[in-house]
Structures are given as structure tokens and as C-alpha cells.
């Protein structure tokens, strides 16, 4: 531990928004326009992957359905595809997959919009002020959007989890479909994974919103 904290140098960042907490303590270490509303690109799938955990059980089977038109990173899905949903939370947070993201909120009951409504509802239940989903995959939208402070919120109930936890510390893996017919190699975009400690958990990449990161890391116990 450093004995002289006001030695302590603040870091050059870019980024528009930031906040670093320590989950034992609760202590904000940094903050910058940690309540801003910005576009949060695929970290948008933590919430995505906790309001599917809620209903979905881990061997589920469920059916791509019309996933032609959904763009962007993908896991490979055809559609007509049937997957369990652990394989898909593997696909949508490992790859990004936008197409396994779309099939978990087209088989929710109600289909899509219900999906969506829920990611809102949800936002609601753990007190998110400046949170807003118009998609299940993280695409821009002027209707989409998060902060830094409604993030790390989000994160930690997922890292809470244990099945989630454990998907989004993962690095590469294999999933089938459920006729072992489709063959899916996933790697995970979150190259940090590699250095010591880092647990995850969500990076994100679009032409609004740039590069985003949701990490959680361990160090000296914390």
C-alpha cells in the first residue's frame, strides 16, 4: 500500500466518462462525469445477459429466429439455429454476439420489446437514474444510453452471479448447437483478460460511443 497518498499521481485519461470503485468498501478511488448519459455499445449486454438470467434456465433451448438483419459482431448463428442458453450468454459475451443477443430477447416472453421493456424495468428496480435501453445488443440510438456511475451498478449484480461471473472471465471456449451440427469457436474480445488479476467483464465498440470498458479486477485482495 502507498504510505503518501497525496503522492499519488492523477492518471492522463481521455475518456468521457469514468468511475473506479473499490466492490469490498464502496469507496469511489475516481471519478469523471461519472452521471453524464453516454452511448455504452456492447457494455450494454451485462444488462442484457442479467434480465435473461432472471428467466432462462442454463440448459434452455433456444431458436435464432429472424436474425438476417442484425449487424455487427456475431458468434455465427444461422437462423433457425437452436443453442442452449448458456452457450448463447458464452456467444453474446465472449463474442459480442449481436445475434445471440437478439435471440435471447426474441424467445423472452412477449418477444423483443418485451425484452427491452424488461431491461428498463430492470434499470428501475436497482435505482438507475440516467439509464435508457432501446435495444438488447448496445447499437446507438439517441434512446440508448447509460453512465459510468448506472454501469458499475449494473456490473456489480452481475458479478454477483456466479454463472455470469464465470462467462465474462472466460477466454476462449467451443459451443454446439443443440444437434451438434453448428460448431461455434468463441474468443473473448476482452484482450485485459491476459493480465494478471483482470476478471473481466465487457468492452464495446461503436462509431458513437468509441471504445467502452466495464473491467473488474482483484489486486491485494480487493
Not at 442479467?50 to 432462462?56: C, S
Amino acid at each position: 500500500p502507498l504510505s503518501k497518498p497525496n503522492s499519488i499521481q492523477i492518471p492522463a485519461v481521455t475518456s468521457t466518462a469514468i468511475i473506479i470503485k473499490d466492490l469490498d468498501s464502496g469507496t469511489l478511488l475516481y471519478v469523471k462525469d461519472p452521471d453524464k448519459k453516454v452511448p455504452i455499445a456492447s457494455t450494454t449486454k451485462i444488462m442484457t445477459a442479467l434480465v435473461a438470467d432472471e428467466y432462462f434456465k442454463a440448459n434452455d433451448i433456444l431458436e435464432a429466429k429472424d436474425i438476417s438483419l442484425v449487424s455487427g459482431s456475431s458468434m455465427g448463428l444461422k437462423s433457425g439455429e437452436k443453442m442452449t442458453f448458456r452457450s448463447l450468454l458464452y456467444g453474446m459475451l465472449l463474442n459480442s454476439g449481436n445475434d445471440a443477443a437478439y435471440t435471447l430477447a426474441d424467445n423472452y416472453p412477449g418477444g423483443r420489446n418485451n425484452f427491452i421493456n424488461a431491461m428498463n424495468s430492470k434499470a428501475t428496480a436497482l435505482g438507475l437514474l440516467n439509464t435508457h435501453f432501446d435495444n438488447p445488443a448496445g447499437f446507438d440510438s439517441s434512446n440508448h444510453y447509460s453512465s459510468a456511475f448506472d454501469l458499475a451498478k449494473i456490473a456489480e449484480a452481475s458479478v454477483v452471479n456466479s454463472q455470469l461471473a464465470r462467462v465474462v472471465s472466460t477466454k476462449e471456449t467451443t459451443v454446439f448447437s443443440v444437434d451438434k451440427e453448428s460448431e461455434h469457436e468463441l474468443k473473448n474480445l476482452n484482450k485485459l483478460l491476459s493480465l494478471p488479476g483482470v476478471m473481466g467483464i465487457k468492452t464495446g465498440t461503436t462509431p458513437l460511443a468509441k471504445e467502452n470498458l466495464v473491467g473488474l479486477i482483484e489486486r491485494d485482495g480487493h
